[in-house]
């Protein structure tokens, strides 16, 4: 078998403090496979966003394992996570987070920049590319604020593919989009993956989604307790 995009074994997380505090992950251990598709499922609350945001490098776990691209990435510095974060991760949050007051070219322009490897000219054209790609190519030049949010959501996956990750990690990528707009999303993305053999994750409650994932793990307080290969 190929190398897992990636591959994570026993993850714990506390969060919290005090009275508050909770074991939100349990030991998940899970495997994305190149060009394959997964979904994570589960009741509010059962830690799929938690998992995401370690997956993504954006939190670090309390125990256990993360193997991106065979690369063991749980004990690396946060100066190797970052710059490993912004060359071979895209993420979708929940909520965009545009910056509003840029045009939607420009925020699709920010993991490129920050990665520094293209001319300005060739940035641009990536963008307008990824921004026609996600149906928005007539709307680059807008500002983020003047775009509906359905739109906002779809730069932000723009966003999220700049650099051409291995892995596209997305929590909801489609909970702000009406039923056409969530089908040509989850499509565009889908696609993508199984051309380029990337890994994508996605957490959804959406059961048409979930149904045309290739793997679908169900969570419960904390724990994978089901993984179906469709
Ligand atoms: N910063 C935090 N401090 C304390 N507890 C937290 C924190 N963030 C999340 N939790 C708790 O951890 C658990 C998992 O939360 P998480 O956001 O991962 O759930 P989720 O499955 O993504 O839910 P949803 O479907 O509502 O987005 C929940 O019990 C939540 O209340
Ligand atoms: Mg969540």
Do not use: W
Not at 39 to 62: E, F, H, M, N, T
Not at 201 to 225: F, Q
């Amino acid at each position: 078998m190929a190398t897992p995009s990636l591959q994570c074994t026993g993850i714990e997380k506390f969060l919290g403090e005090g009275e508050a505090r909770v074991h939100a992950l349990r030991g998940v251990t899970l495997a994305v496979q190149p060009g394959e598709v997964h979904a994570v499922v589960g009741p509010s609350g059962c830690g799929k966003s938690s998992l995401l945001y370690i997956l993504g490098l954006l939190d670090r776990a309390d125990a256990g394992q993360l193997v991106l691209g065979g690369q063991d990435v749980s004990a690396l510095d946060d100066n190797a996570v970052s710059r490993r974060r912004n060359e071979s991760l895209g993420f979708i949050f929940q909520f965009h987070f545009l910056l509003q007051d840029f045009t939607a070219a420009e925020n699709v322009m920010i993991p490129m920049r920050k990665l520094g490897r293209q001319s300005e000219e060739e940035m641009r054209d990536r963008a307008a590319d990824l921004l026609a790609a996600v149906g928005l190519g007539a709307k680059g030049a807008r500002s983020s604020k003047a775009l509906s949010g359905g739109e906002q959501q779809r730069v932000a996956i723009a966003r999220a593919l700049a650099n051409d990750p291995e892995v596209i990690l997305a929590d909801e990528p489609t909970g702000n989009l009406d039923t056409a707009n969530s089908e040509r999303v989850f499509d565009l993305l889908r696609n993508l993956v199984h051309r380029e053999r990337k890994g994508l994750l996605l957490v959804t409650h959406n059961p048409a989604i979930a149904t045309a994932c290739d793997v679908v793990h169900t969570m419960k307080d904390g724990l994978v307790v089901e993984t179906v290969r469709q």
